[in-house]
């Protein structure tokens, strides 16, 4: 398939799309120089205006591409190549540009975020840390700024003021995690001016396949403090024990339960309180509703077990133990009370995102990296994104040499050592890549004996470490660095070093991933510098271990202290890498489909929150929450089976009492002779029309900011809840592969009901509120 892309099309034919773009930028390159500098800083007000006026980007593209080109000359005296153009034209079109180390990412990418930030909706450049962040938006920033575009910096030390003055830039340079962050927390806001970000326009991903692919395998988490509530359900459960059949009322239809006028004064003795229906008492109303269900209508041994001081749920349908699942909404812990089992404290997960949903949340997402072309299939089906190889400005001379292998660490590491002393004795410049900090240590500790100077970087200091890497060409010079240190700074050698054969890189052994081989790699031979590489192997090494297979092993027996170069072993290792990287994209894979699940559930929840937050009057959003929870109990009490869908009407009647009505506001003889359609429309007429004569129309305009901090209390609660107990059931998931049930089945299935029933409690609970609540009118 490859052959035929080469040959037929693929890659090529979109680059020669590209480079014919570019050569139209180039066409533009005399009228550029020729304008003065207001007269090039006025062109940005000029494609404001014709966009506004209904012109695309890609109209404007070529010439915005030039205007960029020129401004970066004047600006900070560099001149974007061809191929750098060729870069932007990919990336514009929302795809990933593969530049070889060297070529200029930072600079190619200001043509690309320039055309788009003439959109004025905000272009976000993400960066993986926030050295590199402050670095580009200072660096880059004079050409925008020459150009009249406003740019500013997220850092995490900012205050909501200030990102969200910074998010207002055309142009905002940020770290992923800062960002996936304010996301997160800007759905957490109860006010909508405290919202930091204005939307999700375009993304240009620095070190793309670090952030989307590396970072990628772990979630965004914002969590809570451990929740301090266990003696809340200790004290209900309390409560709920010393309870008479008079102070509760079950419906046994719905399995609801609530506590009668006398169970109300029986707890309002209890609790010394004036009303328990106060605002400020809604967590303890909470938790007694949980130890009420908890104590009269979850049954031992029928819904849970309890195991080694454990409260196991049991599936009603098949009977099998349902470990790692609890109930939701504080049920779980309120049995746990009921039981004398430990209460789990615990923090609270209260917002969750993995970076492939959050970073498919832009309109438009695009890249750029050394090294992304092994994982193109990934980006393919994650995040709809092509890689495409840009060509050098000038070709690699750098000479990559063949594995150096060794039966075992020790020789291999004093193989290196041998080879680093011969090149400091030469002046030639060596970095080492190891793939982890005890490695660099090891190595450091051999060069402190042969005394040889060296820098030590594993990536934690990432100014310093960008300094010391910039250093890292200079004469005599020898930095070892784990794989990830200083990346996205250039190592620049001198007019010496390039005489005595450019930058030395050695390689402590392979990675599980090739692209990260060819990221250390590529620190070498930047912009047609000399230069060679070299990785040094060992039969121990993990990657060998786990994947050499029985072939090796003999010639593991038969190498003694010799190092060989054997085209067997570098053929292994690449199938050990490729096998490697295919059970990571499984791992990352699954990760995606697990939470694509909570995804859904995300964006409805997200969505209503903001329609809350968004409007001050929600009181048509409580008035459906009426409509659909006194429907669910009309329904919930006909029987269906008969031609006339027959209602019970004394079990409506208990049903809505649960939920809070009055006894005497709606009877059982109402509904006599009714359908379940004339039912539902009587009880939730006379349910609305007596709710509103409470609030009346006197107050009404200071309570709607109650009822809607009441929705959106519950709202928030709820979720919160919710996502907890989706975490912990997607942490138990896995056990039912063992009762021959595909687990992401069973956690669509089950997570789709749990979000149902969530969606029921929190139109519940509004309601159960607005049923309960007394307003007193204060003379004026």
């Keep these: 398939m490859g052959l035929f892309n080469k040959l037929f099309g693929g890659d090529n034919s979109l680059l020669k799309q590209f480079n014919k773009t570019a050569d139209e930028v180039e066409t533009f390159k005399a009228a550029m120089e020729a304008l003065s500098d207001d007269e090039l800083k006025g062109k940005t007000n000029e494609f404001i205006a014709r966009y506004e006026q209904g012109e695309t980007l890609e109209s404007l593209q070529t010439e ?18 061809h191929v750098q153009i060729v870069g932007a034209c990919v990336m514009h079109s929302g795809d990933i540009a593969e530049m070889k180390t060297g070529e200029g990412k930072t600079l190619t990418s200001v043509m690309c975020v320039y055309l788009n930030a003439l959109a004025k909706k905000g272009v976000h450049v993400v960066t993986v840390n926030e050295y590199l962040a402050a670095r580009d938006a200072e660096w880059m920033g004079q050409i925008y700024r020459f150009l009249g575009l406003s740019v500013g910096v997220n850092e995490r030390a900012l205050t909501p003021a200030e990102k969200r003055a910074a998010y207002a830039c055309d142009i905002t340079y940020t770290t992923n995690s800062e960002l996936g962050f304010d996301y997160l927390r800007d759905n957490m806001v109860t006010e909508v001016e405290d919202r930091v970000l204005r939307g999700l326009h375009m993304a240009v991903v620095d070190e793309v396949d670090s952030i989307l692919i590396d970072e990628s395998r772990t979630p965004l988490i914002i ?37 009668t006028e006398e169970g109300v004064d029986t707890a309002e003795k209890y609790f010394k309180l004036n009303n328990l229906y106060d605002v400020e008492h809604t967590q303890l109303v ?61 923090t609270t997960t209260l917002a969750t995102i993995t970076y492939q949903n959050f ?147 050695l390689g402590s052994e392979r990675h599980e991933s090739r692209r990260i081989d060819n990221q250390l790699r590529g620190r070498s031979g930047r912009q047609g510098d000399p230069g060679y590489s070299r990785f040094y192997v060992s039969l121990k090494d993990s990657l060998m271990v786990r994947f050499g297979g029985e072939k090796l092993q003999s010639l593991f027996n038969s190498l003694g202290d010799q190092q060989i170069e054997s085209k067997m072993v570098t053929k292994s290792i690449t199938q050990a890498q490729r096998r490697v990287e295919g059970y990571n994209f499984d791992i990352r894979k699954q990760l995606l489909d697990y939470d694509d699940v909570l995804r859904q559930q995300r964006e409805i929840m997200y969505d209503q929150r903001n329609f809350v937050l968004e409007n001050d009057d929600v009181h048509n959003i409580v008035h459906d ?66 709710y509103e004569s409470k609030i009346g129309d006197d107050i009404k305009e200071q309570f709607l900011p109650f009822e809607k901090s009441i929705v959106l209390r519950n709202i928030d609660r709820n979720w919160i809840e919710h996502i907890d107990i989706m975490s912990k059931l997607r942490d138990g998931i896995h056990l039912r592969s063992y009762a021959q049930t595909n687990p992401l089945q069973a956690y669509v299935t089950e997570g789709y009901e749990m979000f149902e029933e969530m969606m029921e409690r929190i139109a519940r609970e509004v309601v159960f509120f607005a049923m309960k609540i007394q307003i007193e009118r204060r003379a004026a």
Aim: charged letters at 30%; one cysteine or more.
């Design 625 to 690: 929450m009426f409509d659909r929870v006194i429907t669910s109990v009309i329904r919930a009490n006909a029987d269906e089976t008969k031609r006339d869908n027959k209602i019970n009407g004394e079990s409506v009647e208990q049903g809505l009492e649960v939920l809070g009505f009055e006894s005497d506001l709606i009877k059982a003889e109402d509904l006599k002779n009714m359908s379940v359609d004339e039912a539902a429309k009587f009880c939730c007429d006379k349910a609305w029309n007596y």
């Design 223 to 259: 969590s809570g403090g451990a929740k301090q509530t266990a003696n809340l359900y200790i004290q209900a459960d309390k409560f709920a024990k010393t309870l008479q059949e008079s102070d509760y009322e079950i419906d046994e239809k719905t399995r609801q339960i609530m506590l």
């Design 64 to 81: 915005a591409f030039a205007v960029a080109r020129e401004a970066a000359r004047r600006v900070i005296g560099e001149f974007p190549y």
């Design 286 to 346: 909470h938790h007694i509703q949980q130890a009420l269900r908890a104590n009269y209508i979850m049954m031992r041994d029928v819904e849970y077990v309890v195991q080694e001081d454990e409260i196991v749920i049991v599936d009603s349908f098949t009977g099998r133990l349902m470990k790692g699942r609890a109930y939701s909404d504080g049920l779980h812990q309120a049995i746990e009370a009921k039981e004398g089992v430990s209460i789990k404290e615990e």
């Design 359 to 505: 970073f498919r949340l832009y309109e438009k997402l695009a890249g750029m990296t050394g090294t992304a072309k092994t994982e193109e299939e990934e980006f393919l089906s994650i995040y709809n994104m092509r890689v495409l190889e840009i060509p050098t400005n000038k070709p690699v001379i750098r000479d990559d040499r063949p594995d150096a292998i060794f039966a075992t660490p020790e020789l291999k590491y004093r193989a290196m050592v041998n080879e680093i002393a011969e090149l400091y004795e030469k002046g030639q410049p060596v970095l080492v890549g190891t793939v982890s900090v005890e490695v660099s240590e090891i190595l450091s500790e051999l060069l402190d004996a042969r005394k040889i100077p060296h820098e030590v970087l594993n990536a934690k200091n990432h100014a310093r470490e960008a300094e010391i890497i910039a250093k890292a060409g200079q004469l005599k010079s020898v930095t070892i660095a784990t794989n990830m240190a200083g990346r996205g700074t250039d190592i620049k050698l001198t007019p010496e070093t390039r005489e005595l054969g450019g930058l030395a890189v």
